[in-house]
């Protein structure tokens, strides 16, 4: 993934329906979801979700494919993936992480250190 495209993909995410649609999709799973079950659960009119759906779409996040006569939508996991991996490619200087430390939240180190 370049430049470009993360930069394509972080801007159809940074819209509150559109990631709230995208976390749907991922969790769905290979099987997706019409796009009115999209609207639905997310609460957007399905006018707006359309829109919504094509930018997701146009960043290259999620895929569409017609059944009948519905649009199912279903997340791209290699697009997913690649954009972790261009987001964490420098991660921890090139050093191997901790994820355990890492993910610590301020609890939990207070919790460790008792």
Do not use: K
Request: proline share 4%.
């Amino acid at each position: 993934m370049d430049s470009n495209t993360t930069i394509r993909a972080l801007a159809a995410l940074a819209q509150e329906h559109r990631l709230a649609a995208f976390r749907l999709l991922v969790q769905a799973g290979e099987e997706g979801l019409p796009a009115g079950a999209i609207a639905e659960a997310v609460g957007a009119p399905a006018s707006s979700m359309s829109f919504h759906l094509a930018q997701l779409s146009h960043a290259g996040l999620i895929r569409q494919r017609r059944q009948s006569r519905s649009l199912i939508y279903s997340a791209d996991y290699a697009a997913m993936g690649g954009l972790m991996a261009y987001l964490t490619e420098n991660c921890c200087g090139g050093q191997s992480c901790a994820p355990a430390a890492s993910c610590e939240t301020p609890n939990d180190t207070e919790r460790n250190a008792a």
